[in-house]
């Protein structure tokens, strides 16, 4: 990717905005309109216009107008643009690194402790105002928004009253769990937990059951 182009893309990603956008867009895996895209994260369609043509000039998204079956207007369409991901270093060693210095049980639960405090912080990037209470379907946008800025690719299955099963696949710490498991697994197992606390009203993790399949970890949440 040329450097001019990787510039582009980075700052149409650092409004939190246009990177819920995009996840959203790109988590949905289907042509999206926007009065879908207003719905689900919240946002009055004139304010998503701008953003999304922001990440239509950067190449992010593509645009598409299809016409309806009935009288109407033509509907506008936007999905990920298929193209060179942006260039990212490789941290593996980095990691391996780090991995090392937590060893004994107080270390791991300090790691526990601050993957606790990044989930909430992953969930407040996107969450809403203070004091505001939101029905449980945008609880779950929030969540899900939450576990995809982390690397995580989550799906989601209501279960009996409030209760919800998260199936969690591509995750971010795969590579290092065959030698660091305990840590990996208390990493991952934090992480869900701060996000679910910083939910509004916040959910607790029931159950976590990591690696059921390969690749893929499960929790329940109520």
């Not at 719905?39 to 016409?67: S, W």
């Not at 407040?124 to 969540?143: E, M």
């Not at 969690?168 to 498991?181: I, Q, V, W």
């Not at 937990?193 to 009203?201: C, D, Q, S, V």
Request: with cysteine.
């Amino acid at each position: 990717m040329p450097e001019t182009k990787a510039i582009d893309v980075h700052k149409a990603l650092a409004d939190d905005t246009r990177f819920r956008l995009y996840r959203y867009i790109g988590l949905v895996g289907r042509p999206v309109s926007v009065r879908e895209m207003s719905r689900r994260l919240g946002l009055h369609p004139n304010t998503l216009r701008p953003h999304l043509r922001r990440l239509e000039e950067a190449g992010l998204v593509a645009r598409e107008v299809r016409k309806s079956a009935s009288v109407g207007r033509p509907q506008t369409l936007f999905s990920i643009r298929q193209g060179e991901p942006p260039e990212r270093g490789d941290y593996r060693l980095l990691a391996e690194m780090l991995c090392g210095l937590v060893l004994d049980r107080p270390a791991v639960e300090r790691a526990r402790e601050l993957a606790t405090q990044w989930g909430s912080y992953l969930v407040a990037q996107g969450g809403p105002k203070p004091g505001v209470r939101l029905p449980s379907g945008r609880n779950l946008a929030l969540l899900q928004e939450a576990l995809a800025r982390a690397g995580f690719d989550p799906r989601f299955r209501r279960l009996q009253g409030a209760a919800v099963e998260v199936t969690l696949r591509d995750c971010p710490f795969r590579d290092l769990a065959d030698d660091y498991r305990e840590l990996v697994c208390t990493l991952h197992r934090g992480l869900i937990e701060g996000m679910l606390a910083g939910l509004k009203p916040p959910l607790s993790l029931k159950d976590f059951k990591p690696f059921v399949e390969r690749g893929i970890c499960r929790a329940r949440a109520g």
